[in-house]
């Protein structure tokens, strides 16, 4: 029977359309071949990846690529791409390395951002924009006839997909090598010291790469600090858990953010209504994963919109699940060799759950220090502690503060006027 590398494989169904006895099945990105397979071979040709074999038969090598770099970036969202270019524009060696085969893609956001801080990494453009926002609205039970709007101070709401690709295409332009569909599965450890990453070769091996530095960025599942003996562990009660559907042909104010602070729909969370366009929106939320709730975040969120005549009539095109870090740093985001930035660092607002403004932040901070630590020929921790110190000076010491005023706040008393304030600050 025919072998897949699901590594290899791109799900593009080229193989499925040739086989003669209906042997390979495509269902989103899981390939599978069945008993009908008679090894004759059609699929193994027509595959441009070189996925399907006969067992009997190595697969083709990948092309080489180079084994040492000064600095490795893992994970390619905004932080780690931010992090990738600035690195290779100091002229660093840079490799920056994702697992999915299409960045940007799934999205798990909201896509929220503002558009002052946007600017001081990239210039706006139309292209990843979907919508530019000037107010917010914040209602809460108390006040659900009267909500608190106010002027938001610009901002845009995303199209994540375009936009995170967009942030690589710069990392790649300013020389950075980029890896898509390469996942790192550990670290190369000397005398204690991080000196690189192990990748997965195409044939399920592992393949040491080496750099004097490695950032990770690899996100709300971040895996690396912990391989390299930080503790990155996300308590339960730090933890949203959120659903998101992209909902076409509502009624909304295509400029302005709409947040509900609900204990029925959101229990410790809330709920979000982000334009993207005259008649569509993210409409999403996110529940405390510990709290007590009467049902899934999905079948919440179905009931929210069930109950909101604008948005009642609008249809789902896209669906979304995905989990927010709303937890403090961990005590180091630095070892010898290594850096933790954004989600992987858990730098989101714990407010809000906005990540993108900080993972970005982050990864230029990273890669600055990467460059000093690189030229002073030290990527010892002491040295890298630097970005961490720069950091709480830049930005950590609000979402302490911000961390202290969510634990403030218990579930019940949301509607609290010092709390909608807040939030409404972090929101801008
Ligand atoms: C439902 C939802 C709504 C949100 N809404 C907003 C919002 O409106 N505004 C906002 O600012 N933030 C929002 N966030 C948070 C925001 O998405 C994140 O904070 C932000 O993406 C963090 O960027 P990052 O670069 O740290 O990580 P990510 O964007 O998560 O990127 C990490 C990358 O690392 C890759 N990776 C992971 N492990 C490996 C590995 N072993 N090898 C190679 N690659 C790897 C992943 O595939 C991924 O591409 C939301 C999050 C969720 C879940």
Redesign the pocket.
């Known amino acids: 029977m025919i072998a897949i590398d699901h590594l290899r494989c791109s799900y593009c169904g080229g193989c499925v359309s040739v086989c003669p006895e209906n042997a390979l099945t495509l269902a989103e990105t899981r390939l599978t071949v069945n008993a009908n397979c008679t090894e004759c071979e059609n699929c193994v040709f027509a595959c441009p990846v070189g996925a399907l074999h006969l067992p009997s038969r190595a697969n083709a090598p990948r092309p080489a690529m180079r084994r040492q770099y000064d600095v490795i970036v893992?994970?390619?969202?905004?932080?780690?791409?931010l992090a990738a270019e600035v690195a290779a524009r100091a002229g660093l060696a840079t490799l920056l390395?994702?697992?999915?085969q299409e960045?940007g893609s799934p999205v798990?956001?909201?896509?929220?951002?503002g558009a002052a801080q946007l600017a001081e990494f990239i210039a706006p453009d139309p292209r990843w924009i979907a919508a530019e926002i000037s107010q917010l609205e914040i209602t809460t039970r108390d006040r659900a006839r009267a909500p608190l709007r106010a002027s938001g101070g610009r901002g845009y709401v995303l199209e994540r997909r375009v936009f995170?690709r967009a942030l690589a295409e710069r990392a790649a332009q300013a020389g950075a090598e980029v890896r898509v569909k390469?996942?790192?599965?550990g670290v190369l450890r000397e005398a204690g010291r991080v000196r690189g990453v192990k990748i997965r070769g195409a044939a399920g091996d592992e393949i040491a790469i080496a750099a004097p530095i490695v950032i990770a960025?690899?996100?709300?599942?971040?895996?690396?600090g912990n391989w390299a003996g930080l503790d990155t562990r996300l308590p339960l009660s730090d933890t949203m858990t959120?659903a998101?559907y992209v909902l076409a042909g509502v009624e909304i104010d295509p400029t302005c953010t709409a947040y509900t602070l609900s204990q029925e729909f959101a229990p410790g969370g809330y709920i979000?209504i982000?334009p993207k366009g005259q008649h569509t929106a993210n409409v999403?939320l996110?529940v405390q994963a510990d709290l007590p709730r009467a049902a899934d975040p999905i079948q919440l969120l179905t009931r929210f919109i069930e109950s909101q005549p604008q948005l009642a009539r609008g249809a789902p095109v896209t669906q979304?699940?995905?989990?927010?870090p709303v937890a403090l740093s961990p005590a180091r985001i630095v070892t010898d060799g290594l850096m933790l930035?954004?989600?992987?660092a858990r730098?989101?607002d714990p407010l809000?759950?906005?990540?993108?403004?900080?993972?970005m932040i982050a990864?230029h901070l990273a890669a600055q220090v990467a460059s000093e630590a690189i030229r002073a020929g030290d990527p010892s921790a002491n040295f890298l502690q630097r970005y961490a110190e720069r950091w709480q000076q830049t930005r950590g010491q609000k979402l302490e503060r911000n961390y202290r005023l969510r634990a403030k706040f218990p579930a019940a008393q949301r509607s609290d006027e010092r709390f909608i304030q807040a939030f409404a600050l972090a929101a801008k």
Not at 74 to 81: E, K, N, S
Not at 320 to 324: K, T
């Open positions: 893992v994970g390619a969202g905004p932080g780690g791409a390395i994702e697992k999915r960045i798990r956001c909201a896509e929220g951002v995170d390469t996942a790192v599965t960025a690899d996100g709300v599942e971040a895996q690396v959120c998101q979000w982000f999403g996110g979304i699940v995905g989990n927010v930035i954004g989600d992987a730098q989101v809000t759950g906005g990540g993108i403004i900080n993972a990864g």
